[in-house]
């Protein structure tokens, strides 16, 4: 269950976000739950928001996918076939041949 904070700590919260800290270093700075910054925080973009490249296997499969203009898919590279499906829409999955 969240706890409940004033809207003076909430306000607290907020602005650090906002001038460019991490919800982490906010949440240990302040001595309160990480989860708490994050539920009073999440319409606040991240700093960091995470990888956006694309790399390794998943890189050869898109590569194999735009020089060949498909790629068969399997069970081992099925995982790699969600990160070009989620970037690009118009990659779709076919049945059988």
Not at 24 to 52: F, H, L, W
Not at 78 to 85: A, E, F, H, K, V
């Amino acid at each position: 269950m969240l706890r409940k904070y004033s809207k003076k700590m909430i306000k607290k919260i907020r602005r650090e976000v906002l001038n460019g800290k991490s919800k982490y270093s906010v949440a240990k700075e302040m001595d309160i739950c990480e989860k708490m910054v994050y539920y009073y925080t999440k319409d606040i973009s991240s700093k960091n928001p995470g990888r956006t490249e694309i790399r390794g296997r998943t890189l050869d499969t898109f590569k194999t996918l735009l020089t060949e203009g498909f790629v068969k898919s399997n069970t081992k590279n099925s995982g790699n076939l969600r990160t070009p499906q989620k970037h690009l829409k118009a990659i779709k999955k076919k049945s059988k041949w």
